[in-house]
């Protein structure tokens, strides 16, 4: 999954919410917030095992922006969640906004019947959102982490952490129409 495209869906909501925060937020309250994303910085881990990018990519840049549609919606648990479109993500009130953030835990073993080495991979997926009245900024954080205990794991892979930032603006007016039969179960990971 494409982080940056995953984030611009789920962004336009996330502002929406923020720059509505001083009326309250009541169950069942949403908003719709269109967002864009710039390009995303990459460390040096996620080109493991080099730490530079190749050749063919090291130059390359681009104006271009990603863009969606975000939805953001207080739960009657009295919790706000950001949905991209793609995936949901539980998040809080924060200083300046809403931090929204999710985990994704792998775990493999070198054999089927769950013996051998064990390898973990955890995705952790960030958005802080800055409101400022009905615009947002902010920046989506997707942190890839690897462990390995048992005698093949080789060396340690180091992680890698993608950030992408963006910016937005809340939509006024707009109703959301939805196929309930178009909706999904659990992620899978």
């Known amino acids: 999954m494409d982080f940056g495209k995953s984030l611009l869906r789920a962004l336009p909501c996330v502002a929406a919410l923020a720059g509505l925060t001083g009326c309250g937020v009541s169950p069942g309250d949403t908003w719709i917030y269109r967002v864009s994303f710039g390009e995303t910085d ?13 050749p063919n990519k090291e130059n390359d840049s681009s104006t271009l922006r990603g863009t969606g549609t975000w939805i953001v919606y207080a739960s009657i648990e ?29 775990v493999d073993f070198d054999m089927a019947d769950g013996t051998g080495s064990k390898r973990t991979t955890t995705v952790t997926s960030t958005i802080n959102i800055i409101t400022d009245g009905n615009a947002i900024s902010g920046e989506a954080v997707q942190k890839t982490s690897y462990a390995c205990s048992g005698s093949t794991c080789g060396d340690k892979i180091p992680s890698c952490t993608e950030t992408s930032p963006f910016v937005g603006t809340y939509i006024e007016d707009v109703e959301l129409k939805y196929d309930i039969s178009g909706g999904s179960a659990a992620p899978s990971p």
Request: glycine residues 12%; negative net charge; aromatic residues 12%.
């Open 42 to 54: 990459s460390n040096s881990g996620c080109w493991y095992p080099e730490t530079d990018p190749p």
């Open 78 to 106: 009295d919790k706000i969640y950001l949905d991209t479109g793609a995936i949901t993500l539980e998040g809080a009130e924060s200083d300046e906004g809403f931090t929204f953030s999710g985990k994704v835990v792998d």
